[in-house]
């Protein structure tokens, strides 16, 4: 049991080092890594641009999407050597948010299910971030059961003819292209009609609006699709497999480990060290202590099975559903460091502008945006789900509209 | 990076597996549990043959010279089939003492019959109420002599020797407290088993008449060594619960596939399901902040004291969590005596207790990580 690198994993990190080290854009460093938690801001720059120029600097150098192929603009690393390479890039892998999409979901779905010369076409641009793409899957009728959705798709010639709404979709309103699951024959069971395509988030009749979150802020959009053509050329997948394409895009999703998720401990034991309650320092109240106490363990815990899970994939085993577990942890972790943080603030914890709140509102941030992690990717019941039945082997659940034709599915009226 | 055991470690927690499996089923830790041996004696035998209760005794004193992750392994296994024997207070409490503290004399005396499994061995340190604390030691040591009384002590009533906490000074400074060994067969030495939640593991009152005894380690240094001490059986211990939490897991799991209520298994339902998603996700959890303890303590690093307290209280939480859970996935069958899964519920919330509690643990953490910080 070590921490060390091999000779080989040594020298890859050694390189990734220097290259880093010379080419990152260093002015920003110390803002992106007091940014947590959120949305990343920087102050007097558009992050959009500085993100497109660091990952085309990657891109150029051959550090952009290292997993990769290198004739769709990767490297061909090894899954730890891409490890190696975001601790690495450390601050600056925060400039990576909006390309997260792209090259972990539809890059992959490309990969496995695109013409070869569509993959030299689109991948390249995707991997340098000139282009960015993005995931059309949830719908208002579709969270949790993706499989739901009710976006048609109907062919007419050689094109595909899309109307619906899709809802959820991040970086809808910067993106150039994405993956669309649409469903193209209701009269089967509901996982039996779907159909995959991309498509030019620039086509005639797509329309992106951004949702106003719970939390104040847009991060996520709508996208309507009235009458959009999409040739069917740029299907991904059989007629009516779609759902089989989008398992690929999701599985690749848990493929992501390594970065870290954020827990909040960190920010609440640095706040704990240097407030002052009534009685004296925060951190040496005994309630303080324990509440600090259990969150460190549940930080640390999160932090050495993601470190057994990259041991893992150094000697060549593929991660497994087990890792689910970072983001069930860390998602409602989150919410009550969140909380607990004001709470420590007594009635002034209410305040939430950056001047007259504790660590200029950080933890009021926190708090408002917490609901939605819990949600995203995956609901905290979803994961517990995967938990129980792809570790545990507990049965799934009795599904009573497995096998009915979508269209006699009751929807109370929705449609 | 390798933060995970070698094949060889892996290999030998596998032996260990079959071996407990074989010899330590349910039925004889119940031998235990109700009342007819004070442990289990042939296990014990048995463990001395497989070498298990020398693995870090140097071969010198008879042991297999293994180092602690190997031990890890083993507490593993240990808390898994919740092993009726008094592995924790003699190897990681008695033997981990003289380890780092003990004269060659006083390591070529025990070291031997502990690996061979003649000696049981164990830490007399606390008195009544309250977790480890200088203040809380009144036993007093004074030419060669002890006097006073410790309750609870681990295995005390079966034990061979003890490892006893003593007060040289008047003052709460820890230089006040030193430690002790003591042949409790020699006499001056009455032993009283006590009732407690987890009889396959005993705990008793030991009265210390003019007990004779010789220091272990530097005089004025015992409350560090006894630091150290408690924060290597934490990480050894906490390989135990995490063995214990798996078990209860599984128990849990099988359980639910199981059985058939409203014409499913009950494992289909997601109140279930989810409960046993969280007993994996807190074991989970556990067993990773224990291999950071396990590096820590295997390599002695400066982080063993953060990295022992957080694994002490992660698999606490770990353990407690899931055989209460598991009690609860069983429904009523779960609360009856004939089921297994009160053994582990006791084993979980005595184990809880037996080294400082978790609020303890809890303290010594922030402590920790604030003197890091500091750093």
């Known amino acids: 049991m070590n921490f060390d690198d091999t000779p080989q994993e040594a020298a890859f990190r050694a390189e990734a080092r220097a290259w880093i080290s010379a080419n990152a854009p260093k002015q920003y460093e110390e803002e992106l890594r007091k940014s947590s938690l959120g949305r990343t801001v920087l102050k007097g720059a558009n992050i959009l641009e500085v993100a497109k120029a660091w990952q085309k600097k990657k891109a150029d150098a051959g550090w952009a999407c290292l997993h990769w192929p290198k004739e769709y603009g990767g490297r061909g690393a090894s899954p730890i050597e891409r490890v190696i390479w975001q601790q690495e890039e450390g601050p600056f892998g925060k400039l990576s948010g909006m390309f997260i999409i792209g090259h972990g979901m539809c890059g992959p779905t490309m990969m496995a299910y695109a013409g070869e010369e569509q993959k030299r076409k689109y991948l390249p641009p995707l991997a340098s971030g000139e282009k960015i793409w993005c995931q059309l899957f949830s719908e208002p009728a579709g969270g949790s059961d993706v499989a739901g959705l009710r976006t048609r798709a109907e062919k007419k010639g050689d094109d595909w003819i899309i109307n619906g709404q899709k809802i959820w979709t991040s970086g809808a309103h910067y993106s150039d292209y994405g993956i669309l699951l649409t469903r193209t024959d209701p009269t089967v069971p509901k996982h039996k009609g779907l159909t995959m395509f991309f498509l030019d988030m620039k086509s005639p009749g797509v329309e992106v609006r951004p949702i106003k979150q719970a939390s104040g802020q847009s991060d996520f959009n709508e996208v309507y699709f009235t009458d959009v053509k999409i040739p069917d050329s740029q299907r991904l997948g059989a007629v009516n497999d779609g759902w089989n394409v989008s398992l690929t895009t999701l599985m690749n999703e848990r493929m992501s480990i390594g970065a870290g998720v954020a827990t909040g401990f960190p920010e609440l034991f640095e706040f ?127 599904r009573v509209d497995k096998d009915v034709p979508f269209n006699q599915i009751p929807t109370k009226g929705r449609t | 990076m390798n933060f995970d055991f070698s094949d060889e470690q892996k290999q030998m927690r596998d032996e260990a597996r079959k071996f407990l499996a074989e010899k330590c089923p349910p039925k004889a830790v119940r031998e235990v549990l109700d009342g007819k041996a004070p442990y289990d004696k042939e296990l014990w035998k048995g463990l001395a043959e497989m070498g298990f209760l020398g693995i870090t005794i140097p071969e010198q004193f008879g042991g297999a010279g293994a180092g602690h992750l190997e031990l890890c392994v083993i507490a593993e296994e240990m808390g898994r089939a919740n092993a009726p024997v008094p592995f924790s207070s003699t190897v990681y409490l008695a033997a981990e003492a003289l380890l780092l503290a003990g004269s060659e004399a006083q390591k070529q005396k025990w070291l031997p019959k502990i690996a061979s499994g003649e000696a049981i061995g164990t830490l007399a340190l606390f008195e009544g109420k309250g977790n480890p604390s200088p203040k809380t030691i009144k036993l007093q040591a004074s030419g060669g002599t002890l006097n006073g009384v410790k309750k609870p002590v681990p295995d005390g009533a079966i034990a061979d020797f003890a490892v006893v906490a003593a007060r040289t000074g008047s003052t709460v400074r820890d230089s006040d407290i030193a430690l002790f060994l003591v042949d409790l067969k020699a006499g001056g030495v009455e032993a009283k088993p006590l009732t407690n939640i987890d009889p396959t593991r005993g705990q008793a009152e030991l009265t210390f008449t003019n007990a004779k005894a010789e220091p272990l380690g530097a005089a004025g240094e015992g409350w560090s060594i006894l630091t150290q001490v408690l924060d290597r059986a934490a990480v050894l211990l906490a390989f135990e619960q995490v063995g214990g939490s798996d078990r209860a897991l599984e128990m849990g799991r099988d359980y639910a596939l199981d059985r058939i209520a409203f014409g499913r298994p009950i494992g289909s339902f997601q109140a279930v399901k989810h409960m046993l998603a969280d007993m994996y996700v807190s074991a989970t959890l556990a067993r990773s902040n224990c291999y950071y303890g396990a590096w820590a303590l295997s390599t002695n690093a400066a982080e063993l004291p953060e990295a022992a307290a957080a694994a002490r209280i992660s698999a606490t939480q770990a353990f407690q969590h899931c055989s209460k859970n598991n009690i609860q996935v069983h429904g009523g069958m779960g609360f009856t005596w004939e089921f297994d899964c009160h053994m582990y519920y006791r084993r979980a919330n005595a184990t809880a207790l037996t080294l400082g509690s978790l609020s303890y643990w809890e303290d010594q953490l922030i402590d920790r990580m604030r003197k890091k910080n500091a750093a």
């Open chain 1, 272 to 398: 704990c060290n240097s407030l002052m309650l009534e009685d004296g320092p925060a951190i040496e109240d005994r309630n303080v202590r324990s509440r600090l106490a259990n969150y460190a363990v549940k930080a640390s815990g999160l932090r050495y099975t993601s470190m057994r899970a990259i041991s893992a994939l150094s000697k060549g085993e593929r991660p497994g559903p087990e890792n689910s577990i970072g983001k069930l942890v860390a998602g409602s972790m989150v919410q009550e460091v969140a909380m607990y943080a004001l709470d420590l603030q007594g009635a002034a914890g209410v305040l939430s502008g950056a001047d007259d709140a504790e660590v200029a509102g950080k933890f009021q941030a926190m708090l408002l945006r917490a609901p939605g992690t819990r949600v995203e990717g995956g609901t905290d019941e979803i994961m517990r789900n995967i938990i129980a039945e792809r570790v545990l082997g507990l049965p799934g659940d009795i």
